[in-house]
């Protein structure tokens, strides 16, 4: 049990690192061959940030952990909005001034919906998945579309100032890239070697490991940019961070991962943790969106999103131990 201890510390930790470097330098790269600065902020950080989750839960999936890859991918989405996003508001009110992002709240509203529509049944189908990476590639080609305009757009202005900060020659952009790539499937399958003789060892399910200690460790590239990039006053870009990481997750993760090997899906996941997942959703919906004005989420809110996190893990581990 302590070989498990130590393989998911040392995998959570070079996860974490790898993940930096491949965001760093695909970012980088993009900048090199002339990729607009809301493209990289929209598509390419978005990707880079969901990588880990990417990986661990189509690793998870193809070893036959089916609860391992949901509970990361709908974990991870519990966490980007409760703890990153009300740890961040409760440190630095979050204003929200991009346009491009007020649209893709609802467009992530609607798609947790479809979610949770494709939950009911108790499975996520080969069908299933199709059609979650078909939303997601007409997703991204709305994309592209929004990130060719030639429109202003506070996200895009902060995205330009991100990469001046994190300049590096193209050929350092590139090794990176490759190599912080290469370091997130070494440490993903660690990581999940390890999630699973803990699970195990422990009596309790795949689902909770991924929903809690998994889905922690692989948002936390999220929660530190979020950070960073309040404390630079870069609101847009920390909310940003986590929209498109909800995105990838919902609809590229457990697409992937449903295509891999198609998941039966235990009710908890519909009755507590698709509902938990909507209803912040939702929340940050209503938060953000600004019905009458810039949307902002102050300290009140993020104090509240942090208070539903620590209820809801502290739930699940109850429920895990006290069975």
Same mark, same amino acid.
């Given at each position: 049990m302590t070989t498990a201890f130590l393989a998911v510390a040392f995998g959570l930790a070079l996860l974490v690192w790898s993940a930096d470097r491949f965001v760093g330098g695909s970012a980088s790269a993009a900048r090199h061959f002339g990729m607009p600065p809301l493209l990289i902020g929209m598509v390419v950080v978005g990707f880079g940030t969901s990588a880990p989750e990417m990986v661990v839960s189509a690793l998870a999936a193809s070893q036959g952990n089916p609860g391992l890859a949901l509970g990361n991918a709908y974990g991870s989405n519990i966490t980007n909005i409760a703890l990153i996003l009300g740890l961040t508001a409760l440190i630095s009110p979050i204003a929200v001034h991009s346009q491009v992002l007020r649209k893709e709240l609802p467009i992530l509203t609607g798609v947790t919906a479809l979610a949770a529509w494709q939950l009911r049944d108790g499975e996520i189908s080969g069908a299933d998945a199709l059609a979650l990476l078909g939303v997601f590639g007409a @997703? /991204?080609? &709305?994309?592209? &579309?929004?990130?060719?305009?030639?429109?202003? +757009?506070? @996200?895009?202005?902060? /995205?330009?100032?991100? @990469?001046?900060?994190?300049?590096?020659?193209? #050929?350092?952009?590139?090794?990176?890239?490759?190599?912080?790539?290469? !370091?997130?499937?070494?440490?993903?399958?660690?990581?999940? &070697?390890?999630?699973?003789?803990? %699970?195990?060892?422990? #009596?309790?399910? +795949?689902?909770?490991?991924?929903?809690?200690?998994?889905?922690?460790?692989?948002?936390?590239?999220?929660?530190?940019?979020?950070?960073?990039?309040?404390?630079?006053?870069?609101?847009?870009?920390?909310? #940003?961070?986590?929209? #498109?990481?909800?995105?990838?997750?919902? @609809?590229?993760?457990?697409?992937?991962?449903?295509?891999?090997?198609?998941? %039966?899906?235990?009710?908890?996941?519909?009755?507590?943790?698709?509902?938990?997942?909507? %209803?912040?959703?939702?929340?940050? =919906?209503? =938060?953000?969106?600004?019905? *009458?004005?810039?949307?902002?989420?102050? *300290?009140?809110?993020?104090?509240? !999103?942090?208070?539903?996190?620590?209820?809801?893990?502290?739930?699940?581990?109850?429920?895990?131990?006290?069975?």
């Open positions: @997703l /991204m080609a &709305w994309t592209l &579309w929004q990130g060719l305009q030639k429109k202003a +757009d506070a @996200l895009g202005s902060e /995205m330009e100032q991100e @990469l001046e900060v994190r300049a590096m020659p193209v #050929g350092r952009a590139v090794v990176w890239l490759v190599v912080g790539l290469a !370091l997130l499937i070494v440490s993903s399958r660690i990581l999940v &070697w390890g999630a699973v003789e803990i %699970a195990q060892g422990f #009596g309790v399910s +795949d689902l909770i490991i991924g929903l809690t200690i998994v889905a922690v460790g692989t948002s936390l590239p999220e929660l530190a940019s979020s950070l960073i990039a309040t404390r630079r006053g870069e609101h847009d870009i920390a909310l #940003g961070n986590v929209l #498109g990481s909800n995105l990838f997750n919902t @609809l590229a993760v457990v697409g992937i991962a449903g295509m891999i090997q198609p998941m %039966a899906v235990g009710t908890e996941v519909f009755s507590r943790d698709i509902a938990v997942m909507a %209803a912040l959703t939702v929340s940050l =919906f209503v =938060f953000g969106y600004g019905f *009458r004005g810039p949307g902002r989420i102050n *300290r009140f809110e993020g104090a509240a !999103l942090l208070a539903a996190y620590v209820g809801y893990t502290a739930y699940l581990v109850g429920g895990a131990f006290g069975q």
